[in-house]
């Protein structure tokens, strides 16, 4: 199998690709992974192949799968009105050169999972959410539906697409987390706000799981016939390419109150600390959204089509880690 990754070194391109390269290894099956890159000396695993946008560009090469991945950290500066275009940018062109991609190529990928969040869904409180939700319009709704609805014209040309709106992804290699470890370790970390806005969180060992499942799946021969959940983008696309969307979180979101709490004790450190709305509106303005308004989304699709979390539980997800 064949496939092509942006974004592959990044977070959790490069866990992708590590796990995904070890399961077909023991199974002795062939795989080949390319990822996309701007930087054609950009330091990389040496089973890995590069490429350059440029190069796919005129490149002759067929991929089974696609995965898009490439977008800068939304949440990791303040949202000024530049800052929101570089986050768009950032999605919207590596995207684009996808789609060209797959528009001039003679051999189709059979599947094309691109990356969303569970932003799409805007700030809900602790309504439980699913993939057949409706949303509330905020910016991180709006940068992620123009994403995935440019994504979703790849069905335009006979590519299955499944969108994955990931959570809060825990691993001390990045993310969240990586960015707590500090202060929690030295004694300073604490909930946000009244602690009570939930968190949809899933460990990085789960997301990379979850996103070889659906290509697994696909690739199978699972289709949206097969799916209980309701046909949210069939109607979007108005074609008959299967384009599925599943919310990459785990079955057991927390509170932040609960959240706080479990990662001192993981980390065998008080949490006395608070840090009230207020300042971190200041602090944040805009994206402070994204740490005081909870969502409570939840995996339907992933828990319809039987994949079964490997770390089900915040307590799990942070004593099972693996690097």
């Not at 590069?50 to 500066?77: C, H, P, Q, W």
């Not at 001192?264 to 959204?289: D, I, N, Y």
């Amino acid at each position: 199998m064949n496939i092509l990754i942006s974004g592959g070194s990044g977070f959790l391109g490069s866990a992708f690709s590590k796990e995904i390269m070890a399961r077909y290894r023991v199974q002795d099956k062939a795989l080949y992974i390319t990822w996309l890159t701007r930087d054609s000396s950009q330091v990389h695993p040496s089973d890995i192949e590069m490429m350059t946008y440029d190069e796919l560009a005129s490149s002759d090469k067929s991929f089974d799968v696609i995965l898009n991945l490439a977008g800068a950290g939304i949440a990791d500066s303040r949202w000024s009105d530049a800052r929101k275009e570089q986050l768009l940018a950032s999605r919207i062109k590596p995207t684009e050169s996808l789609l060209a991609f797959i528009k001039r190529t003679s051999i189709k990928p059979k599947l094309m999972v691109s990356g969303s969040a569970i932003g799409w869904y805007g700030a809900q409180g602790d309504k439980p959410l699913t993939e057949s939700s409706g949303f509330e319009t905020d910016f991180a709704h709006q940068l992620c539906h123009e994403w995935e609805q440019l994504a979703l014209k790849a069905t335009e040309h006979g590519v299955p697409v499944a969108i994955v709106r990931t959570g809060v992804v825990i691993h001390p290699d990045g993310g969240m987390l990586g960015k707590l470890l500090t202060p929690f370790k030295i004694g300073v970390g604490g909930q946000l706000g009244d602690g009570k806005q939930i968190m949809s969180w899933i460990s990085r060992e789960d997301w990379v799981g979850a996103v070889i499942f659906i290509i697994e799946q696909h690739l199978a021969g699972y289709t949206e016939s097969q799916a209980t959940q309701d046909n949210l983008l069939k109607t979007v696309t108005g074609n008959d390419t299967p384009a599925l969307v599943y919310n990459l979180t785990a079955p057991n979101p927390v509170t932040n109150h609960t959240f706080t709490k479990t990662l001192g004790a993981w980390l065998h450190r008080p949490t006395f600390f608070t840090l009230p709305s207020f300042l971190l509106k200041l602090m944040f303005g805009e994206m402070s959204t994204l740490l005081i308004d909870g969502q409570n989304v939840l995996p339907q699709a992933l828990q319809d089509a039987s994949y079964e979390f490997k770390q089900p539980t915040l307590k799990q997800a942070l004593e099972e880690q693996k690097s």
